[in-house]
């Protein structure tokens, strides 16, 4: 059973950084296409960033430039480093992963059905 967790949600302020988490157990997250969702309130879960089982990175447009996701294989762990945060960030961060097989290391996806796992997500909130 696969499982993701989340963490290092917070309250910060505009302009400031953080960085998220996600564990990942059961499977091994480089063996597959990972990504970063957000959800508003009101608002549809939407694609933040992901990456493909070669590393590739894609991004939402208004995140490019701030916002990079990188994994640790070792400690098999995702993350997506914030910089230079603004209000309209704020939003619930969910962590996916996508169990079905891929068969380009170069491909990543940018639609919630894509993913078959999803972590809890940590509130992110910024102050103007």
């Known amino acids: 059973q696969v499982q993701l967790v989340e963490s290092g949600g917070g309250l910060v302020q505009a302009g400031d950084s953080l960085r998220l988490s996600c564990a990942a157990s059961g499977r091994t997250i480089s063996s597959t296409v990972m990504g970063w969702f957000r959800q508003a309130p009101g608002e549809d879960r939407k694609f933040v960033g992901g990456i493909s089982r070669s590393g590739l990175t894609k991004y939402l447009d208004s995140v490019k430039g701030r916002f990079t996701i990188s994994r640790d294989n070792s400690k098999n762990t995702l993350y997506l480093q914030m910089n230079s945060l603004k209000p309209e960030d704020t939003a619930i961060y969910y962590c996916?992963?996508?169990?079905?097989?891929?068969?380009?290391?170069?491909?990543?996806?940018?639609?919630?059905?894509?993913?078959?796992?999803w972590g809890q997500g940590t509130q992110i909130t910024v102050s103007s």
């Open positions: 996916a992963g996508r169990q079905r097989y891929t068969s380009s290391p170069y491909t990543t996806y940018t639609t919630r059905e894509e993913y078959d796992y």
